[in-house]
């Protein structure tokens, strides 16, 4: 079972990123899906989750400029991450969950290998 994320780069301060996640062989109504990121030194951060029902959650620290989305049809998921700051920069992965609400602890059935996300001018 495969998971992998695509979409990491260097951008600018204020810049967009679209990082995408497919996960072919997971029917995504079953799980919950989420997006993850570390940064050298820090622990890892849950940074957005999307529900089988369709409810997201955000950390505070992204809720406004960074979106969760995903396209059943393809088993592919989306982090759409706007007016990115230096503190953003991390490896990001994405994950399938077990857990089908946000608000229970994630429990990972699956997660890439990570993209980078740089943010510096």
């Known amino acids: 079972l495969q998971v992998a994320e695509s979409g990491g780069g260097l951008v600018q301060p204020g810049g967009s990123l679209r990082l995408s996640c497919a996960a072919a062989?997971?029917?995504?109504?079953?799980?919950?899906i989420g997006w993850f990121r570390q940064a050298p030194g820090k622990e890892r951060e849950g940074v957005a989750c999307?529900?089988?029902?369709?409810?997201?959650n955000y950390a505070d620290s992204v809720k406004g400029r960074f979106t969760i989305s995903k396209n059943n049809a393809e088993n592919t998921w989306y982090l759409q991450m706007n007016s990115l700051k230096p503190d953003d920069a991390a490896l990001y992965y994405c994950?399938?969950?077990?857990?089908?609400?946000?608000?229970?602890?994630?429990?990972?059935?699956?997660r890439g290998q990570g993209t980078q996300v740089t943010v510096s001018s």
């Open positions: 062989e997971f029917n995504l109504d079953y799980y919950s």
């Open positions: 999307l529900s089988n029902s369709g409810s997201t």
């Open positions: 994950a399938v969950q077990y857990n089908l609400r946000c608000e229970e602890l994630p429990v990972i059935a699956a």
